[in-house]
């Protein structure tokens, strides 16, 4: 497995090697967008490549099925620009969330659920993906509590609708505890996860979840080793599927990677797994 993390930001490949190689992060953040020249992108991946450092993800965080046409078909051009990208510089995936059917482009709303906006998110990606025709690199819909997928059953019934080999998982257990049933069992949930979307997981995110007293209920997302999220049976079965497989720490202040990766870290020695 590959550890990595947002560092902080760096005016060259040899000054983003550095940072990298400083926090002992193999994996990495794509530095730049699509409106990187191609002399930026050939720098930038030959020094990844003579550091053994994989270029995990892309982002594409956008509303492609925003109800606000113009928006809509700009995340749509976004998606596959960044998606033209992530295949150029042979990243792991390109990953963005499905959207949301309102104004917040990850807000909760009815039709989130609704089969119309189940169709809608897999002409949606099938309209990405064809775009591009990749080859090397996926598509993935990053997991969330009020869209799909929101669960391993809700991706799996994606994939199968979707039906292209370049539609793949993002795995976020966090995002998908979501009730107390699951937050007190997610080591079982987090067995669901890789037992039925072990063979198309390119990349996981790595974070914490606690839930707190106030009804009716509340979880939030910590850092990892401040939370009750099995980072054992997370990086074990992880560990199984790739030995390349990224695991990326996200969404915390710059200050506070450091101490994520040292327990991530610390918890994987105890499972023998390299970082």
Known sequence: MR???????TASPEEWIESLKKQGYRAAYCPFDFSADQATRRAYVHAAQEADIIIAEVGAWSNPISPDDGVRNAAIEKCQQQLALAEDVGARCCVNIAGARGEKWD????????????????????KIIDSVNPKRTFYTLEPMPAIVPDSPDSYLELIAA??????AVHL?????ISSPRRYFSNAAFLDE??????????????????IRNPLTVHIDEVRPGLGTLDYVTFLRRANQLDADMPF????LPMSEYAPSAEFVRQTANTLNITL
């Open 3 to 9: 550890l990595g993390a947002p560092i902080e930001a």
């Open 107 to 126: 807000g909760p709303y009815a039709d989130n659920f609704s089969a119309d906006t189940f169709g809608l998110i897999v002409e949606t990606v099938r």
């Open 162 to 167: 979707i039906d292209r080999p370049q539609f």
């Open 172 to 176: 976020d257990p966090v995002n998908m």
């Open 193 to 210: 996860c890789f037992d039925k979307l072990g063979a198309y997981i390119k990349s996981c995110h790595a974070k914490d979840t606690i």
């Open 248 to 251: 990326m720490l996200e969404h």
